[in-house]
């Protein structure tokens, strides 16, 4: 006989007492707990695309006691700046690698669209405005010296800005000259439209023969030399209408000979100033590198410094002030008074030339270098002539308008001395030019370090401000220099001597 199953009595409710706050009941066990309420316990936190339960990130880890979402922030925070810092690089690389864009410098108002859409998009490009006024205007004030002719205006053309281009539109004929040879068809005389585009055209002097230049050198006869650098040499010539001219023919280095005609012929070509040489025009047939400049009948500075055998020079004190005036005024026209600035490199005694009156002109742009008015040094290779190098350039590279200022305080040292930069001759004291004219300044043996060759010493005054102003240039810090502005008023201002029957007697 079995026995029914025993039934439990529904639990009954405790009666509430009245007045007593309203009590829940307890919560059921855990085990009692609705599938749905425990997946709430168990809630977890997306971490990166990841579930992580938010009681493992509330921990503390062994790493300085910190929790664990403190971790995984730090970690995730590095991982994003290392993902940027990569997108940068990959960026500025790729920068690099792209063709070189134009240079601010070439977007002015007012330049013909004729003349930008000529200039090759892989090179750059910079417009030349009319030269500013400052540089003219800032002598004004002080007058013109006794024997300086006031300042003839500026012919550069008003039609439209100039282009200067740092290098010739590299088009496909040219590299098939260049590698070539001479390829002649017809009588195109070796291609050389595609080696100098549209250079008559732009005002860059006349284009010649090799005919032409053979006739009027004499077939570059020996007795036409008229000097030898590192880079060619300069012949005497007569054109077929009798003007005399100085022609300077390129050494068949091809590399070197087409850089240096190509920035010759575009940095001096279309720039007109009285105290800068005149490029005439140019030959550039086959191999053949030529350019013809205005002759210059006193030859050019060096000449009459060291390789003039007289015991007395022609060169007074007021003839040398003069030189220099002329250059620092060319100087600064190329500083100041044109957008890119040029910068020349290799200012030294035997770049200025003399004229009949004794006028100085700046020449040889053969490694004259552009500098945008935004940038404030380019770094090249460095080159130019040993002794006057500014000492900054030849360390770093890094070049400037400061550079010429020093290359310019080396020669008006070497104009107040009759000295070389560097002279092995003498002793070894003197050897260096800057350091010996320093030593004898702190001695205060400034009356010693005049050129015994001049006619006559010049005024105390004079000389010690003229010493002055090389030191002023030549300073080892290239911020501290002058600029080529403040030097042509310096110069202007030199006073001149009591009496200059002697200059006006050699100067007509």
Not at 199 to 204: D, T
Not at 210 to 221: I, N
Request: net charge positive.
């Amino acid at each position: 006989m079995t026995t029914p199953p025993r039934t439990l009595p529904p639990p009954t409710a405790r009666p509430v007492a009245s007045g007593s706050p309203h009590r829940h009941p307890p919560p059921a066990p855990r085990h009692h707990l609705h599938p749905q309420h425990r997946q709430q316990q168990g809630a977890t936190t997306s971490v990166l695309g990841v579930g992580v339960p938010r009681a493992w990130l509330a921990q503390r880890t062994p790493v300085l006691g910190l929790r664990a979402w403190v971790l995984v922030a730090a970690g995730a925070a590095a991982a994003a700046l290392a993902l940027l810092c990569l997108v940068v690089c990959l960026c500025r690389r790729c920068r690099r690698r792209g063709p070189p864009r134009l240079s601010p410098c070439a977007h002015r108002p007012g330049a013909s669209k004729s003349l930008k859409h000529r200039v090759h998009a892989h090179h750059q490009a910079v417009a030349m405005p009319p030269p500013a006024k400052d540089v003219e205007e800032a002598a004004a004030p002080w007058g013109p010296p006794p024997f300086e002719p006031p300042i003839e205006a500026i012919e550069v053309e008003q039609k439209a800005p100039l282009i200067l281009a740092e290098h010739f539109a590299r088009t496909s004929g040219e590299t098939a000259t260049s590698s070539g040879g001479s390829t002649d068809s017809g009588g195109g005389g070796g291609g050389s439209d595609a080696e100098v585009p549209e250079a008559a055209r732009r005002g860059w002097g006349r284009r010649y023969t090799r005919r032409e230049m053979e006739e009027a050198t004499g077939e570059l006869a020996a007795a036409n030399v008229m000097g030898e650098g590192g880079y060619g040499v300069v012949f005497k010539g007569v054109l077929r209408d009798g003007t005399a001219v100085a022609i300077k023919n390129l050494h068949n280095n091809r590399g070197q000979a087409e850089k240096d005609f190509r920035m010759e012929v575009q940095t001096i070509g279309r720039v007109r100033h009285k105290n800068l040489v005149s490029l005439l025009g140019y030959c550039s047939e086959g191999a053949c590198r030529m350019l013809v400049y205005q002759y210059m009948e006193n030859s050019n500075l060096d000449k009459w410094l060291h390789h003039d055998d007289s015991e007395i020079s022609p060169l007074t004190w007021d003839i040398r002030m003069r030189i220099l005036l002329g250059t620092a005024k060319g100087l600064a026209y190329l500083h100041e008074g044109l957008e890119p600035k040029i910068v020349h490199r290799d200012i030294k005694s035997s770049n200025i030339l003399l004229d009949q009156q004794w006028n100085a002109k700046v020449s040889d742009f053969g490694l004259a270098k552009l500098l945008c008015s935004e940038r404030s040094y380019v770094t090249t290779r460095v080159m130019g002539t040993f002794g006057y190098v500014a000492p900054e350039y030849a360390k770093t590279g890094m070049l400037n308008e400061r550079s010429d200022v020093y290359s310019f305080g080396v020669l008006v040292m070497e104009v107040i001395t009759g000295r070389t930069p560097v002279d092995y001759t003498r002793p070894t004291d003197e050897v260096n030019l800057v350091e010996w004219l320093k030593r004898m300044v702190a001695e205060r043996r400034v009356e010693e370090v005049l050129d015994p060759r001049l006619p006559e010493p010049p005024p105390s005054k004079a000389l010690k401000r003229a010493v002055l102003a090389a030191l002023r240039c030549v300073d080892p810090e290239g911020s501290q220099r002058p600029t080529m502005a403040h030097e042509f008023k310096l110069a202007r201002d030199l006073p001149p001597r009591e009496s200059d029957s002697y200059e006006r007697k050699h100067c007509r």
